[in-house]
């Protein structure tokens, strides 16, 4: 129900206001005084959709309440009624964000459609709200999952790291650690949490492309730029950037980077005129970008940059203990997600999953619990789906793979990530670990691929001839 708080201290007035709107629905409370509303608004956490209030009444100034009540975090619409409001008060009014300031003697139309107009923008503001901290929950620290103390490191920092206003972070950790989650966490546990996270992964455009993604183009910047438009950066204003794979990155688009991070400003591309944002940075390498940086293939001051505060989340073989509460929270969401009743887990599923060694590490745990879940029955999670010997290296007996040709067991033995891992791995034995034949052979670009190779570990780089 909509709730409005009336202050006036004309009696008469107040009284005809109160029936006239719960008469039309609203649930209304009428204070005479500002102490009586500041007892209901602050003391006890009332929080009116809409506020009507008179300007002057016998214990001061609507005006400085409103200053007080917005201080103390409360939101809500407030309308102003006066029968002499000097044109400073107006303005005052308008800086502390009333919706409007009505003159007395009430014009009970202009009144109606004022208070429809302040429902209206409540109830959207509180949507946003509602979602903000919808996510604000969902990504606390305590989302990043693990008992065991590397896990409990994470969470210290990132918690840490989320309260103070910080240019830039680096997530570093293998595939599937958690350096997405990681970064939502920094965002939405933070200060920065009602402006936008935006996310990019770096691995995925060819280098002319994840220029204009990050900084935009003017109108016939280049060949296809037929309008402008508004690059990453400038989408995240306010809010967090998170750059994923950053050692994926062109070096000359490092350097354009860093120079955006350093002066907080840039040029779209074509564009004459400097834009200037705030950005919180948070980018993620499963590579090591400190070697990278020796072997001068990611720019050094780059790397200095965006080091300062550095989280290494730990793989999952080296933290064994975090397997149980994370099986447990997978399974509780995957029951949820799919109305399954899975509860128990055999002894020989845990043997099992302890005993592997996670190279995809919690994504491919995840995927791991997901099958067994949505495969289940009953209220034990079903071995016969773990797959994980398969997931280590692929029957040979159940894949086959000769000349153009690639066979593989449609029975659930392999997940699809692990098909799309054998494909990429079998595809580049092929073409003696060369990408740009093997791209062409899987009818992908060399980013692309590239990028797989990096996510599941098949480290092309070391065979590349
Ligand atoms: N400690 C954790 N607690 C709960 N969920 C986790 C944890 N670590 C990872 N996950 C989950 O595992 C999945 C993979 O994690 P995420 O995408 O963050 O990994 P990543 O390190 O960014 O991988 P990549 O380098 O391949 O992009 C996500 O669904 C994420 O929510």
Redesign the pocket.
């Known amino acids: 129900m909509q709730t409005m708080t009336i202050i006036e201290d004309e009696r008469l007035l107040g009284s005809e206001l109160k029936r006239r709107f719960e008469r039309e629905g609203w649930q209304v409370t009428l204070s005479e005084t500002l102490a009586d509303a500041r007892h209901l608004i602050i003391d006890l956490g009332l929080t009116p959709t809409v506020v009507l209030s008179d300007m002057n009444l016998p214990d001061g100034n609507g005006l400085d309440f409103l200053e007080e009540v917005r201080e103390a975090g409360v939101l809500g619409e407030w309308i102003f009624l006066s029968g002499y409001g000097t044109r400073r008060d107006i303005e005052r009014a308008a800086e502390l964000g009333a919706l409007d300031f009505l003159a007395k003697p009430i014009d009970y139309h202009k009144l109606d459609l004022t208070i429809a107009a302040g429902a209206r923008g409540a109830r959207a503001r509180q949507r946003i709200a509602d979602s903000t901290e919808t996510e604000a929950r969902k990504f606390a620290p305590e ?4 008992t065991s103390p590397a ?1 409990a490191r ?1 969470r210290a920092m990132l918690g840490q790291l989320a309260q103070v206003p910080i240019s830039s972070v680096l ?1 570093s ?11 939502k966490i920094l965002h939405y546990s933070g200060p920065r949490s009602d402006g936008p996270f935006v996310d990019v ?1 770096c691995a995925a455009f060819p280098k002319d492309l994840l220029e204009s993604q990050l900084f935009g183009h003017e109108s016939g910047a280049f060949t296809g730029a037929r309008s402008r438009h508004r690059g990453l950066l400038e989408q995240a204003d306010g809010g967090t950037l998170f750059l ?2 950053i050692g994926e990155m062109d070096l000359g688009l490092q350097s354009k980077l860093l120079k955006a991070l350093e002066d907080q400003r840039f040029r779209r591309v074509g564009g004459e005129r400097e834009i200037e944002v705030d950005v919180q940075l948070v980018a ?1 390498s ?1 590579r090591d970008l400190r070697d990278l940086a020796a072997q001068e293939r990611f720019r050094s001051d780059l790397y200095h940059r965006i080091s300062v505060f550095e989280i290494p ?1 730990p793989s999952l073989r080296e933290r064994k203990e ?1 397997i149980e509460p ?1 099986v447990h ?1 997978l399974i509780r969401d995957f029951n949820a997600q799919a109305g399954k009743q899975v509860r128990t887990v055999p002894e020989a599923v845990w043997g099992a999953l302890h005993a592997y060694h996670w190279p995809g ?3 491919e ?2 995927n791991v619990i997901e099958r067994c879940v949505l495969l289940s029955s009953g209220a034990e999670l079903p071995a016969e789906w773990l797959g994980l010997a398969q997931a280590a290296a692929p029957d040979p007996a159940a894949t086959q793979a000769a000349g153009d040709w690639i066979r593989l067991p449609l029975d659930g033995s392999m997940a699809l990530d692990e098909m799309d891992r054998f494909i990429i791995r079998t595809a580049l034995e092929r073409h003696d670990y060369n990408v740009m034949a093997t791209a062409r052979a899987l009818g992908t670009t060399r980013e692309t691929l590239r990028y797989r190779i990096q ?1 599941y570990g098949l480290s092309a780089a070391e065979h590349r001839r």
């Open positions: 989302a990043f999952i693990g896990a994470v997530l950790g293998e595939t599937g650690t958690g350096k997405g989650l990681a970064a992964n994923d794979e993620a499963n989340l975090d994370l929270a590490n919690v994504r745990l995840r996510k």
